[in-house]
């Protein structure tokens, strides 16, 4: 357990290092599959430097408990376990989340949290969910069919920001996912 501290601890000293050394990085993968819940808000406190930033992450759920700021980042792409009310990592511009187990609700319950006004920076989102059921994901949300586009629906905020959203299937691996930009020039 030693060693595993320590290797933290030098961790975040290299991220506050680069913190203080670099205004800003291009590109970042971290992967934080290993680290206790107590150093994730640290680690995530140096990251936002990064534009790009990918995460390899299995939210603790203490972490998911006890964790009330936001994480602001410019393009975060999610892998591994991740929650989509679980809003801290949700502010950003582009946010993208491969490999999770998210369930229509999971990306119906979003929806109406974008809705209601959350998540107000994000522009576009990717979520790759386990099955697709546009009536579930739509389920009690006000949408409009846009014609000739199979599978796509305009919803609009409580501010009256339109978003198209659209479901796709990638062909490579047959991988249902859901797609949302955010029309703010609307």
Wanted: net charge positive; charged share 30%.
């Amino acid at each position: 357990m030693k060693e595993s501290r320590i290797y933290t601890q030098k961790s975040i000293d290299i991220l506050q290092f680069l913190g203080q050394a670099q205004k800003s990085i291009k590109y970042g993968h971290v992967d934080l599959t290993d680290y206790a819940s107590e150093n994730l808000a640290k680690i995530l406190d140096n990251l936002k430097i990064v534009e790009d930033l990918e995460l390899d992450m299995f939210l603790k759920s203490e972490f998911m408990k006890n964790e009330f700021r936001i994480w602001e980042f410019k393009n975060l792409t999610k892998s591994n376990e991740f929650y989509l009310n679980f809003p801290c990592l949700l502010d950003s511009e582009i946010l993208a989340i491969n490999g999770g187990k998210l369930s229509n609700e999971d990306v119906n319950r979003f929806l109406k949290f974008w809705k209601m006004g959350g998540a107000l920076k994000i522009r576009k989102l990717r979520v790759e969910v386990v099955e697709l059921d546009f009536q579930r994901i739509l389920a009690g949300i006000e949408c409009k069919k846009i014609a000739g586009k199979k599978n796509t629906y305009t919803i609009r905020n409580a501010k009256g920001i339109p978003a198209t959203v659209y479901l796709r299937i990638f062909f490579f691996n047959g991988t249902p996912v859901f797609n949302m930009i955010i029309d703010f020039d609307n």
